[in-house]
């Protein structure tokens, strides 16, 4: 199975009192990590743009330590990649400053020329790897998705300071729902996105023709799809919340493209979560 993974990859800041280790990162990114990871037979490609800068190579290069193939990845000259620090409570809840306006991401498909995804049997994005794109370039984007038969698994991961309005932001994440074949909300950005109560949005997914699962955090997910009913432990210790869920789909992928059955997926994908949030920043050693 190729599958690409599409978005931002950026330097990561993790800041403890006065001082800060330098880290790799990106929603789309760490899943595609840890799905590689948990999956080494599947082909997992990252598709991206950075500049060519020092940064930039070093960001190519660990994502390619992590055997997760760059060959997609363009790197254009008098560019540069995004960064963003992360600040933990003593609780764990992380929260994050971002310089990323001017990121060379944004302009990844501004050709309007698709065919590089034309090879893949599956795509896996977010709600992310859509708002940071310029209009035309989503809306074409979209387009193409609408016509292609390739397997989507989506994400909607709503950060609403990269959208330009939340009804665009729910336009365009209804109709993710509506196109994507594997579903992997999250129970919080679906109830901020759509201004919903938690059981509104359970009963909202009730109706989810395809598979996935929705995220809850450490009450774990509700299956979508195909029934199941299971309960799922919760970590020991919670130290840093970054990449949770990015890490759930990637241990869930992991093992539905592995033949797993989709209770085991669940448990597999929350297991690996609750592993990763017992360690600060987003990638965990492998």
């Known amino acids: 199975m190729r599958i690409a993974c599409i978005g931002e990859a950026m330097l990561e800041l993790s800041v403890q009192g ?16 840890y799905l590689k990871r948990n999956a080494p037979d599947c082909q997992v490609d990252y598709i991206s743009r950075l500049g060519n800068c020092s940064f930039s190579h070093r960001i190519r290069d ?19 990649p995004g960064l963003y620090a992360i600040t933990t409570s003593d609780a764990g809840e992380r929260s994050f400053t971002y310089w990323r306006s001017a990121s060379a991401a944004r302009t990844l498909f501004d050709t309007g020329d698709f065919g590089m995804l034309s090879g893949y049997d599956t795509l896996y994005l977010s709600g992310i790897s859509l708002a940071i794109l310029p209009h035309a370039v989503r809306l074409a984007f979209l387009n193409w998705l609408g016509q292609s038969n390739v397997q989507l698994i989506y994400d909607s991961n709503y950060r609403p300071r990269l959208w330009d309005s939340t009804d665009h932001a729910r336009q365009i994440t209804r109709s993710m729902w509506h196109r994507a074949d594997i579903a992997l909300p999250s129970i919080d950005d679906e109830m901020a996105l759509f201004d919903e109560t938690a059981e509104q949005v359970e009963k909202r997914f009730t109706t989810f023709k395809g598979n996935g699962a929705l995220k809850r955090g450490a009450d774990g997910p509700v299956s979508l799809g195909e029934c199941v009913i299971q309960t799922y432990p919760p970590a020991a210790q919670v130290v840093d919340t970054t990449a949770a869920g990015d890490s759930f789909n990637g241990g869930y992928l992991a093992a539905l493209f592995s033949g797993k059955s989709q209770a085991q997926a669940l448990r597999a994908g929350h297991d690996l979560a609750a592993q990763v949030v017992q360690h600060r920043g987003a990638i965990i050693p492998a």
């Open 62 to 80: 660990f994502i390619s330590a992590q055997n997760v193939g760059v060959e997609a990845i363009e790197m254009r000259a008098d560019e540069t």
């Open 18 to 33: 006065n001082s800060a280790e330098m880290a790799v990162a990106g929603d789309t990114l760490n899943t595609a990590i």
